[in-house]
């Protein structure tokens, strides 16, 4: 059962994530990301499909240096976790800055919605 402070830290760690203050890293699993604090602790969030229930689980896990596990808290426990997945990987994968690549600015000046390709830009 997640304490009012685990769920205070879930939602820190979304906080700082929505403000680009964490830079979240990919793993060799893909549903799984992982970002370090302080030199010393990392924290991942996951994602698992069940088969049984048919549907998503996420949760996030604070490790010290050692790998011991600190807290694991459930999207059961907080909703925020789910969110928190998602945005971690939009974060590691830089979705925001391929979007901006495709749709270019606002006038239409590069390539995407509106622009001119150029033939640079085709993928053959």
């Given at each position: 059962?997640?304490?009012e402070k685990d769920l205070k830290f879930v939602e820190f760690v979304l906080e700082q994530t929505k403000a680009g203050k964490i830079h979240w890293e990919v793993t060799a699993d893909e549903?799984?990301?992982?970002?370090?604090f302080k030199g010393k602790?990392?924290?991942?969030?996951?994602?698992y499909y069940d088969d049984d229930d048919d549907v998503y689980r996420?949760?996030?896990?604070l490790f010290d240096d050692s790998d011991r596990e600190l807290l694991k808290i459930y999207?059961?426990?907080s909703p925020l976790?789910?969110?928190l997945f998602f945005l971690a990987k939009r974060n590691a994968l830089n979705i925001d800055t391929a979007l901006d690549e495709i749709m270019g600015d606002e006038?239409?000046?590069s390539s995407g919605a509106g622009g001119?390709?150029?033939d640079d830009e085709i993928p053959f």
């Open positions: 059962m997640a304490t549903n799984k990301f992982v970002v370090s602790y990392k924290v991942t969030v996951d994602r996420f949760w996030m896990t999207a059961g426990d976790v789910s969110q006038a239409g000046s001119q390709i150029k």
